[in-house]
């Protein structure tokens, strides 16, 4: 049931990212043959590295601790380079602009069902409880707080930049925390005397992996996206 979890979760993600770039994109292009060939774009681009992190995962690559660390080898960088040229390219700057200030801030919500899998995780075993809600894991709040924050405070635009930008650099550190807590107890467990490394004990294989290749890149992308948004309203 809990691998059902994460790979409900990957699909309910996938929709609703396909559902606000169809949305973009009737904002972006007047052809609709322009918006076909941008979701289309967008659909390969989200298949092909779902597919990417899945294989890899069920041959697994990431299910030891060996080095160099492979998650962030093969996963988190190259997500983040992604990112890099996505907003550093002029030709998205038109997607940027047309995107409503509150949609990434709205879909952090995401957030809270990510955290009540990982607390689940801890319950079978598979994480330490300092990954969790209950331990030094404080991302609940951001998922919590994005829909009230989105609805009451970027109605006002410019006279909550301030809690807008507070609000994204906090949510970037919560996930800083976790992603910490998790690559050492993933790569460096003996420093801890601990002597399963948790990709030993099953979060280095398919679906689990989808947290580091898939939940976190979306969080830090949508928390940047925001904080773009908000210094240019």
Known sequence: MLKAGFILLTITLALVLFACVSFIAGRVFTR????????????????????????????????????????PLFLIIPAFLFFIYFFTNSKFKKIIDATPAALPVYFQSFRIIVELLLFWSFTEGLLPKAA????????????????????????????????????????LLT?????????????FNTFRNEKESILNK????????????????????????????????
């Open 132 to 171: 969790t809600f209950e331990g030094y894991n404080f991302d609940i709040i951001i998922g919590i707080t994005a829909p009230l924050l989105a609805f009451y405070k970027l109605n006002k635009r410019k006279e909550h930049k301030g809690i807008i930008l507070a609000w994204n650099i906090t949510g």
């Open 202 to 233: 099953g979060f280095g294989i398919f679906p689990f992996t989808f947290l580091a290749g898939f939940f976190m890149p979306l969080a830090v992308f949508m928390h940047v996206f925001s904080i773009i948004k908000t210094r240019n309203l």
């Open 175 to 187: 996930l800083l925390v976790v992603v910490f807590i998790l690559i050492s107890h993933a790569y």
């Open 32 to 71: 609709v043959s322009e918006q076909k060939r941008f979701k289309i774009k967008f659909t390969v681009l989200l298949v092909v590295w779902l597919a990417y992190i899945s294989i890899l995962s069920l041959e697994g690559v990431f299910s030891n601790a060996s080095m160099p660390p492979r998650i």
